[in-house]
Nanobody, 122 residues
Framework: QVHLVESGGGLVQAGGSLRLSCAAS????????MGWFRQAPGKQREFVAD???????NYPNSVKGRFTISRDNARNTTYLQMKSLKPEDTAVYYC????????????????WGQGTQVTVSS
């Protein structure tokens, strides 16, 4: 079992910055990537960023250039630095551990955190 604990959400004015953190703990033999997703009220969960174990990052156009994901492999921790925040960034942000294998013989699966609220006021 893998547990993810997120922190760093809150209320910020448009144009401001926030930094989210997520620490994964538990049985982790290997992990393909760590990522962030978000879900606004009435909308589907959407991809925000991910980072592989060798540092390759991916972002959708909606956050590219404003958000930066990083990772501390030794601590199984990922960070999401968010700048130039917009009201449309308001959502619950979820951390994900993607493609986790607890042992070499167990199939990979994804794990999710409980989410942290980010609210951007105009």
């Amino acid at each position: 079992q893998v547990h993810l604990v997120e922190s760093g959400g809150g209320l910020v004015q448009a144009g401001g910055s926030l930094r989210l953190s997520c620490a994964a703990s538990g049985s982790i033999f290997s992990m393909n990537a760590m990522g962030w997703f978000r879900q606004a009220p009435g909308k589907q969960r959407e991809f925000v960023a991910d980072i592989t174990s060798n540092g390759i990052t991916n972002y959708p156009n909606s956050v590219k250039g404003r958000f930066t994901i990083s990772r501390d492999n030794a601590r199984n921790t990922t960070y999401l630095q968010m700048k130039s925040l917009k009201p449309e960034d308001t959502a619950v942000y979820y951390c994900a551990a993607l493609g986790v294998r607890a042992t070499p013989l167990i199939d990979r699966r994804d794990y999710w955190g409980q989410g942290t609220q980010v609210t951007v006021s105009s």
